[in-house]
Nanobody, 125 residues
Framework: QVRLVESGGGSVQAGGSLRLSCAAS????????MGWFRQIPGKERDVVAI???????GYSDSVKGRFTIYRDNAKNTLYLQMNSLKPEKTAMYYC???????????????????WGQGTQVTVSS
């Protein structure tokens, strides 16, 4: 059973940084597409960043240049380094895995079959 567990969320002031972690178990996670998604209450879940099996990355326009997605294969952990955070409503950040693709990763929620429970991030002004 694939299990993804996020951590690292919290409250931070605008301009600050947070690093989210996603620990994967029972899964050769390094081979497959993974992503970080964000959801604000009442809104749809949207992609933040994705990473391929070859560690190529992609970002939403809203976070490009400020966020970095990367993986530590030795630790089976996916990260999202978030810098220069902007004020926003409290959001849940989820990591996800697409067990069907190693490359050409999709940015759609429906493409990802495994999800963590989420970690909450609040950025105050």
């Amino acid at each position: 059973q694939v299990r993804l567990v996020e951590s690292g969320g919290g409250s931070v002031q605008a301009g600050g940084s947070l690093r989210l972690s996603c620990a994967a178990s029972a899964y050769t996670y390094s081979d497959y597409c993974m992503g970080w998604f964000r959801q604000i209450p009442g809104k749809e879940r949207d992609v933040v960043a994705i990473i391929t099996g070859g560690s190529s990355t992609g970002y939403s326009d809203s976070v490009k240049g400020r966020f970095t997605i990367y993986r530590d294969n030795a630790k089976n952990t996916l990260y999202l380094q978030m810098n220069s955070l902007k004020p926003e409503k409290t959001a849940m950040y989820y990591c996800a895995a697409d067990h069907s693709r190693r490359y050409s990763c999709r940015d759609k929620v429906s493409s990802y079959s495994y999800w963590g429970q989420g970690t909450q991030v609040t950025v105050s002004s």
